[in-house]
């Protein structure tokens, strides 16, 4: 697939038409600069044209140790992988040394170039673009990605930039399409699909700022895809990078770092939030990052708890693990406190893992995959009933009122989390307690551990009913 990049410095625009082109709004857009700091792809079409478009962080001058210039060093791959890129100016504001220096940047390592003045629409903007010809860069494309306009003009600019290239690939995508699953379903209500072992398994990595989710990823992939550094909060949008492991297809999401919601006082960051709670709601297999040495705050314990509720798979990977010393110690004390502060999550695997030296990082992958097996997991109504007659024999339900609580049967009613439909005469007499009581047991007995089991009742319906009804 042809792969262009959209380029520019800070807040000229480059999010709104990211999100234009993939018909989504994937990017988070706000009126400060600099709200963009990772590479985030998506499969876009303009027109009769098909591609993967990488949105960027804004240029910047500044060293390479500082989060400005890892974030350029960034936005330099993606210029140096793509295919073509969209140089980015701000028509209305006008031509600033800093699109004369990445200009030149531009002519010395991208492939191909158009470029793109933003704003068209407003008022003044005429001289901006007769200004963008000093750049070197060819003629400019006036477009307003707000308002769709030049969106024809820039389709003209592409096809002819990339030739048949991109033309090519439209045409193969109509006998195809629907095979790629795009982040555009990354949305509330899309309905749970069916159990495919070929399709890609979506992973996304969640927990607290600074807790090393964007090393881990990198770590994963064996590339410095993430930016990352020592800053708490540098991610904010979640960003999906697509990777095999042992054969298998895996979308890893990057988020946001989660706090307390109390502390969330930024509209920013509140869009970062959101992005990351869509994450975990897109996600079959979530993997709650928490630094091994301060395990267990108040927001880890909420976060997976958060999951749970969510009927994601959870699994736990205490990273820095490099950084204990004593080991066993340490390892006797997370394995105590996972079960005794996790027991919605009874038997929810955790893995020590380190994600600046890699270590850990194949049996996290193993606990990855045997926890999505058994949140796919399906019981017989056969065994079920079986099992359940046991049960009610070695602990009857409770009697209220004098009167015993009759269980009739219980069948699984879905899986993606293993959901189950008891029948009894009584739902609102059987108690918490005896539906915990079943539901630990449906855990111990069919080796449901680590993952959200749903329970619910029904009451059976009256076969006299209709007669009653017709008599009356």
């Known amino acids: 697939m042809v792969t262009i990049a959209i380029i520019g410095r800070p807040n000229v625009g ?24 990772d590479r985030r792809s998506g499969e876009a079409s303009l027109m009769d044209l098909e591609f993967e478009i990488v949105d960027t962080a804004g240029l910047e001058e500044a060293g390479a140790e500082t989060l400005e210039g890892r974030m350029r060093a960034q936005t330099e791959a993606a210029i140096t992988a793509a295919d073509l890129s969209l140089f980015m100016i701000d028509a209305k504001a006008g031509l600033n040394p800093q699109d004369l220096a990445f200009a030149d940047l531009m002519r010395r390592t991208a492939a191909k170039v158009v470029l793109v003045a933003n704003k068209a629409e407003a008022k003044g903007a005429e001289s901006g673009l007769i200004d963008a010809y000093a750049l070197g860069l060819g003629e400019p494309i006036g477009i307003s990605a707000e308002h769709g306009v030049g ?36 949305t509330d209500d899309v309905e749970e699909p069916a159990y495919d072992a070929t399709k890609p398994l979506r992973i996304a990595i969640v927990g607290r700022p600074n807790a090393g989710k964007s090393t881990l990823i990198n770590r994963f992939i064996g590339e410095d895809r993430m930016l990352t550094g020592p800053e708490a909060g540098i991610t904010r949008d979640s960003i999906s ?86 080991r066993q110690a340490v ?50 109504t056969a065994k079920l009933n079986q099992w359940l007659d ?83």
């Open 14 to 37: 480059k999010s709104t038409l990211f999100n234009r082109l993939v018909g989504k709004r994937l990017a988070l857009v706000d009126d400060r600069p600099g709200v963009t700091r």
């Open 151 to 186: 969106m024809a003009e820039l389709r003209d600019a592409i096809v002819e930039a990339l030739g048949d290239a991109v033309l090519d690939y439209a045409d193969e995508e109509e006998d195809d399409s629907g095979d790629v699953e795009s982040e555009a379903a990354f």
């Open 241 to 326: 990078v697509e990777w095999e492991w042992r054969g298998r297809k895996i979308k890893l999401f990057d988020t946001a770092g989660l706090r307390r919601k109390a502390r969330i006082q930024e509209k920013l960051e509140k869009l970062s939030v959101a992005d990351a709670l869509r994450a975990i709601k897109f996600a079959e297999v979530v993997v709650v990052v928490l630094d091994v040495t301060i395990p267990f705050e108040r927001q880890d314990l909420s976060i997976v708890d958060l999951v749970v509720r969510e009927g994601r798979a959870p699994v736990i990977a205490f990273n820095k693990w490099d950084l204990v010393e004593d």
């Open 331 to 380: 390892l006797a004390d997370l394995r105590e406190k996972t079960g005794r502060l996790l027991p919605q999550a009874r038997g929810i695997r955790a893995v020590t893992v380190a994600g600046e030296t890699g270590e850990g990082i194949d049996r996290l992958m193993s606990a990855i995959a045997e926890t999505h097996e058994i949140w796919n997991r399906r019981v017989s």
């Open 390 to 472: 046991r049960m009610v024999g070695h602990h009857p339900p409770p009697a209220v009122a004098g009167r015993r609580v009759t269980i009739k049967y219980m069948t699984q009613v879905k899986s993606r989390p293993p959901t189950f439909m008891l029948s009894t005469t009584r739902p609102e007499a059987l108690g918490t307690a005896y539906t915990r009581y079943l539901i630990n047991g449906l855990r111990d007995s069919f080796g449901l551990l680590g993952v959200p089991i749903r329970l619910g009742l029904r009451k059976p319906d009256n076969p006299y009913a209709a007669k009653a009804k017709r008599r009356s």
